[in-house]
């Protein structure tokens, strides 16, 4: 991957950095938001106030009916609450009662929203003690339709907006935003938000939902995040139309006017926020993506989740899967449909790490993984044609025009879909993979649900329950022949909220392909003899705080071999140092 990069850099590297860049930016917890201030006491007021209306109208510190009879006297509460006392854990107990009883997702979606808009530590305590439950509420696949109605469901901006209408104020819009040590930004120009495309302003649930990830699984502070649309307009005629659209009415803009304004941006960051706080492209499409990467990977922290963290996430599934499969990694054959961000990511990553493990150049080790876009197979006679990032997965072969015909020929052990497109791992497609393959790997990664490229029922059932099977969405349990199939997750929430704290608690200034395989390593590791009994190649999200702080160790650990990480000196035990980091949503007591 870098590369790739690098050759879009002219040669520059992420490790070619200037040593006396600033690296401002700090890990101070300001509002008692992490594991190692839960027994200090918290003042919630930072201005005086004569009633305690404002707050119970303060999301960060109301605790509803929690408040205790000292704090409702000392905090002017008497009278503005019931006079019933209960406990987060009840208080818990009866939002899920309700949020179930929601037959709909997107009212669950709506239901947590608002739970966050008004008590913020509460929502978090849902979200981490009932993850595997609310996932699939709070992001993919629930999230992507409520993108699609975001103009309709609209109440309460979270984030900040920046259009073309903020284009040489950018660094004014960053400093009205009311905190400033933040550690992570998700932006999105909305272009292409998952599988559903051009989303425009709406796009903006993706990073308000990304976010709530890194601080439910990855304990990063909610105060330390900050979820940013860039509108720069959109090419979806049903929004521009759509009266209850909340973005620009205008077309996308292009060229250099798009440029200048992305590079506006990047500075204003760098500027306000200092060097290390770690800038999340998202969802951006593949002609902004690359560029974008290449271009800033050498001067800020910048991280692309559709390639590198789907990229990490696939790998690790792919090595777990060994234990099931067999063989080492160069030992098989790699077929993806789908050659955009995401496949040349996964692609790209599965080729180093081969070529880590044989000691063969990168450029031999591809050889070994072939990619079908919509016009066939990737070849060499169809360099000319090619985007750039295809043109490494350009093989010397014969044109092939369908998958079927590519999974015939090819004969590949491991098949991968990131194509955006449901339905494409037909019928036939599985049956051919399952007839020279006694255990064929089948990952139908596409987000949301509708996109995936086959259904776990489909894989194990036209596979005669042999394929080891997972997705990008989520699946239930399936029973074949008697036998209980439980679907795993290729989710990239295993890898970015403890690859984001990685990179925080080592103050790292840059991120490098090292820091993904190490990731990648330390998921694959999570995973049990228990897990491989059920034909899981991921661990289970219940899970997902102590997974995240072994990847983040395993990053950080990385980050200082590497030379790119400034918080020192380096703590001794990694583990605990993430651990300890991270935020946790129990009630603080009041002075």
Same mark, same amino acid.
């Given at each position: 991957m870098e590369s790739t990069m690098k050759e879009m850099r002219d040669g520059a590297s992420v490790l070619d950095f200037d040593s006396k860049s600033t690296v401002e930016g700090g890990v101070e917890d300001v509002y008692g938001e992490d594991r190692a201030t839960e027994d200090q006491l918290v003042t919630p007021w930072t201005i005086s106030v004569a009633s305690g209306y404002c707050l119970l109208r303060d999301p960060r510190h109301n605790k509803g009916l929690a408040f205790t009879e000292k704090e409702r006297d000392a905090h002017y509460l008497r009278g503005l609450l019931p006079p019933a006392v209960i406990s987060q854990q009840l208080q818990e107990k009866k939002l899920m009662n309700s949020i179930r009883q929601y037959e709909v997702p997107l009212q669950k979606y709506v239901a947590m929203m608002e739970l966050e808009e008004r008590n913020e530590r509460l929502f978090y305590k849902l979200l981490i003690d009932n993850v595997e439950e609310l996932l699939p509420v709070v992001y993919t696949p629930t999230v992507g339709e409520a993108c699609q109605k975001y103009g309709s469901i609209f109440r309460r901006p979270q984030g900040l907006y920046i259009s073309l209408k903020e284009k040489g104020k950018i660094?004014?819009?960053?400093?009205?935003? %009311?905190?400033?040590?933040? !550690?992570?930004?998700?932006? #999105?120009?909305?272009?292409?938000?998952?599988?559903?495309?051009?989303?425009?302003? !709406?796009?903006?649930?993706? %990073?308000?939902?990304?976010?709530?990830?890194? #601080?439910?699984?990855?304990?990063?502070? %909610?105060?330390?995040?900050l979820p940013i649309t860039i509108d720069v307009g959109t090419n979806n005629e049903q929004l521009l139309k759509d009266e209850f659209y909340i973005g620009l009415r205008q077309r996308r803009a292009t060229g250099q006017e798009y440029a200048e304004l992305l590079d506006e941006f990047m500075s204003a960051v760098k500027q306000n926020y200092g060097e290390k706080v770690l800038i999340q492209f998202e969802d951006f499409a593949n002609h902004n993506a690359f560029e974008l990467l290449a271009k800033y990977g050498t001067t800020h922290l910048v991280f692309n989740d559709d390639i590198q963290g789907t990229a990490s996430v696939v790998l690790a599934g792919v090595v777990a899967a060994l234990k099931l499969i067999g063989g080492t990694l160069a030992e098989h054959r790699f077929l993806f449909l789908g050659a955009g961000e995401a496949g040349t990511g996964i692609a790209e990553l599965i080729a180093l790490e081969?070529?880590? !493990? #044989?000691?063969?150049?990168?450029?031999? #080790?591809?050889?070994?993984?072939?990619?079908?876009?919509?016009?066939?197979?990737?070849?060499?006679?169809?360099?000319?044609?090619? !985007?750039?990032?295809?043109? %490494?997965?350009?093989?010397?072969?014969?044109?092939?025009?369908?998958?079927?015909?590519?999974?015939k020929v090819i004969k590949p052990t491991i098949l991968i879909g990131s194509s955006g497109v449901g339905r494409t791992f037909t019928k036939e497609v599985i049956e051919a993979m399952a007839s020279f393959n006694e255990k064929p790997l089948i990952l139908a990664l596409s987000n949301p649900t509708s996109q995936s490229e086959c259904t776990a029922e489909e894989a194990y059932t036209w596979s005669k329950g042999r394929a080891i099977f997972a997705s990008g969405s989520p699946f239930d349990p399936f029973e074949y022949n008697g036998k209980v199939f439980v679907p795993g997750q290729a989710n990239n929430a295993y890898i970015f909220p403890g690859f984001g704290l990685g990179l925080v608690i080592s103050g790292a200034i840059r991120v490098h392909d090292d820091m993904l395989l190490a990731a990648s390593e330390a998921l694959a590791k999570q995973v049990t003899e228990e897990n491989f009994e059920k034909g899981l190649i991921y661990p289970p999200f219940s899970n997902i705080r102590k997974i995240s702080a072994n990847i983040a160790a395993n990053v950080a650990a990385k980050a200082y071999e590497l030379g790119v990480a400034t918080r020192l000196p380096r703590p001794q035990n990694l583990v605990k140092c993430a651990e300890s980091c991270m935020y946790t949503p129990v009630y603080r007591n009041y002075r």
């Open positions: 660094l004014e819009v960053l400093k009205n935003w %009311p905190e400033r040590s933040i !550690q992570v930004i998700v932006v #999105t120009d909305g272009e292409r938000i998952l599988g559903l495309g051009d989303l425009g302003c !709406q796009g903006m649930g993706i %990073p308000v939902g990304k976010l709530a990830l890194y #601080t439910a699984l990855g304990g990063i502070r %909610p105060s330390a995040c081969i070529s880590k !493990q #044989t000691k063969a150049p990168v450029e031999e #080790t591809r050889k070994k993984i072939c990619l079908v876009d919509s016009k066939g197979l990737i070849v060499s006679s169809r360099k000319d044609s090619l !985007q750039h990032f295809k043109k %490494p997965w350009a093989h010397e072969h014969e044109p092939v025009n369908n998958l079927l015909d590519a999974v």
